[in-house]
T-cell receptor, first 114, second 110 residues
């Protein structure tokens, strides 16, 4: 199974809402990633978890809160978002977080903040 | 800062023709990767070329790497409508950060 799944596929939320994005992989990968992608732009790294510990936070605002409950799951908790946070949020995983690892991406969650 | 810069930004060709996309980067690398993204979907890894390799093939894909010029190219031969997508090069920055180029939007016309 080389699949990374993400739920929900689409999410519309108001600026006062709290919601969560979920990501799951069953490939035994030990590194997981969150990316944000705006329209017609490349993905930009937000967070990296390596062996269930947060190893990189790309100076992401605190209204985005990642969580890695176990090696297969990655969540992104959202609170008090702004309209400019509307984007495609991509989850990825890799065997490890080494320099030669291929990352496997999920289909993304398209988030709209009203 | 973005490591990979790609050109052209957009490319439209007829089915059956070859498509070539170029990528430039700024720092030394261990490897360079190419990904494909269908409209608004996740990315699919296509190929990884290591810094000590000059050319690599995978099916209809051919990737070249010139470390002296800090550039790479992706050639898709005998294009098909299903190849319509955005293509990104990516390099590792630091230990874990994968940085993508701006991407080339490829359209294959039937």
């Amino acid at each position: 199974d080389t699949e990374v799944t993400q739920t929900p596929k689409h999410l519309v939320m108001g600026m006062t809402n709290k919601k969560s994005l979920k990501c799951e992989q069953h490939m035994g990968h030990r590194a997981m990633y969150w990316y944000k992608q705006k329209a017609k732009k490349p993905p930009e790294l937000m967070f990296v978890y390596s062996y269930e510990k947060l190893s990189i936070n790309e100076s992401v605002p605190s209204r985005f809160s990642p969580e890695c409950p176990n090696s297969s799951l990655l969540n992104l908790h959202l609170h008090a978002l702004q309209p400019e946070d509307s984007a495609l949020y991509l989850c990825a995983s890799s065997q490890d977080s080494g320099r030669t690892d291929t990352q496997y991406f999920g289909p993304g969650t398209r988030l709209t903040v009203l | 800062s973005q490591q990979g810069e790609e050109d052209p930004q957009a490319l439209s060709i007829q089915e059956g023709e070859n498509a070539t996309m170029n990528c430039s980067y700024k720092t030394s690398i261990n490897n360079l990767q190419w990904y494909r993204q269908n409209s608004g979907r996740g990315l699919v890894h296509l190929i990884l070329i290591r810094s000590n390799e000059r050319e690599k093939h995978s099916g209809r894909l051919r990737v070249t790497l010139d470390t002296s010029k800090k550039s790479s190219s992706l050639l898709i031969t005998a294009s098909r409508a299903a190849d319509t997508a955005s293509y990104f090069c990516a390099v590792i920055q630091g230990a874990q950060k994968l940085v993508f180029g701006q991407g080339t939007r490829l359209t294959i016309n039937p």
